[in-house]
């Protein structure tokens, strides 16, 4: 158990960035995030799958990943004559870092949790001695 379990941290540990770490991002995802934090304007999926050289379908879902983690943000451009469409840009880099904070701190305490738990189920087991009546 003891080799599974340091061997799951260690695989943990191998991602190379926060987008990756927390969220399990891919490779597009970062460039997509990299890109709209480089562009002075906000913009729509169109506009995003040209800038990266990419299909349409694949710039949108990485567009879907990054709303989900929290990193971009969705606006609606309304047209004067009626419809609209979206456009995309990051969200504050305060913001997402108090976010990470905090589900690092939510992780932290769960294990902190179980550990306490496994503590309290395993130490004082009915018929095992203690440390000290050893």
């Excluded at 890109?35 to 002075?40: A, S």
């Excluded at 709303?67 to 004067?80: D, S, T, V």
């Excluded at 979206?86 to 294990?111: C, F, G, S």
Aim: overall charge negative.
């Amino acid at each position: 158990m003891a080799d599974s379990m340091s061997e799951m941290l260690r695989q943990d540990m191998q991602c190379e960035g926060l987008l990756e770490c927390f969220h399990n991002l891919k490779e597009i995802d970062k460039d997509v995030f990299r890109l709209l934090n480089e562009t002075d304007e906000s913009l729509t999926v169109d506009g995003i799958a040209d800038k990266i050289d990419r299909e349409r379908s694949t710039a949108y879902r990485s567009v879907q990943r990054l709303l989900q983690a929290g990193f971009i943000q969705k606006e609606q451009i309304n047209y004067e004559q009626g419809g609209y469409y979206h456009v995309y840009h990051p969200r504050a880099a305060e913001d997402i870092t108090q976010e990470m904070q905090r589900m690092l701190n939510d992780w932290y305490a769960k294990m902190g949790q179980l550990i306490g738990e496994f503590s309290e189920k395993y130490d004082d087991e009915p018929g095992q001695l203690s440390p000290t009546e050893n």
